[in-house]
């Protein structure tokens, strides 16, 4: 059986056995066909963001989340577990921020005694090749700064524990910063600039994705270290948004592509005017866009696995989709060597510069 008749296998059994036949049939662990394991063969491939065995507990299943099995499926040298930092402010559930983070980020650690990850907290921790026989690295993540309650002795705690990236924004604003969906805008606050700062010192990745316009502009102007941009994609050419959006300018691109660092671009799917994002063909020419424009070493993989997406793009189910996204950017002209940065040469790159 390969991938493909397994995803069809698993929709069949979803729909005929209901949502626990098909929990069950996602976490099989199956090889993928030959010519997939050869389109991936000797890719250095690493998820910049991603919710890896739902962290945050969320009740809707999504059928992208990865585990560990499927990253080994894939050679994925690391992935970003990423906890969602303001889970009590929009999720109803009861507690604090910072306590209900630290509960999903405990998963990883368990995780990490069951030996199914490795938990990178150094530049040494990083693998620099991938196989399927070594348990994938986890970079223990927050996506919500709002989980540090504004205080910078917190941002130390989550140190201490593990986490080596932090989202500094999410789903509103917060003591941070301003958020990309918000009609409001403005620079770092006071206490985000300490944050940015303290970030840095202790070696720590700073996440931008989320930060409006100006927030991110003040970012750049404090980090002393490349920022990331994990999950996105670029608006069109030209195109200056009438409204507060999720997507990037390419004038804010270029903005994290200067302090040397890179924007990861995910399997949403769109279409706005005659500009459409609806397939892994129109995924990998943006790609080949991004590299003319920025430089191929300025982009990177955020699958945003596990986060519900709305729609992805034909041809993305999971991460076990990407030998097809593979196929899709040597067809759309990019080498081997794009491919591998890309994919994760560049985020682990970054990953490096940061911790060391």
Known sequence: MNRREFLGFCLASGLSI???????????????????????????????HAHPYRLHGTKNYDRSTPDAEMMQQVGMAASSFSAVGDMVKYGGRSGSPHGDTLGQLKKVKRLEE??????????????????SDAPPGAIMAIEGGDALEGRIENLKRFYEYGVRMITVLH???????????????GPLTPFGVKVVEKMNALGMVVDVTHSRNKTLKSIVEVTSAPVVDSHTNPLPFGHEPSRPTRLRTWSEMEMVAKTGGIVCTWPLAYSRGSYPRTTLKDWAEEIVRIKYNLGIEHCGL?????????EKVKGWESILSLPDLVAAMGEAGLSRSDISAYLGGNFLRILSQCLS
């Open 114 to 131: 069951k030996k199914k990850v490795k938990l990178v907290l150094r530049a040494a921790d990083i693998p620099s090749t991938a196989g």
């Open 18 to 48: 209901g949502f626990g036949g098909l929990l069950a049939c996602k976490r099989t662990n199956v090889a993928l066909a030959p010519a997939d394991q050869a389109r991936l063969s000797g890719l250095l491939i690493a998820d910049a």
């Open 171 to 185: 789903d509103h604003d917060n003591e941070i910063g301003f958020n990309q969906r918000s009609w409001s805008d």
């Open 302 to 310: 955020g699958t945003d696995g596990g986060g519900n997406l709305p």
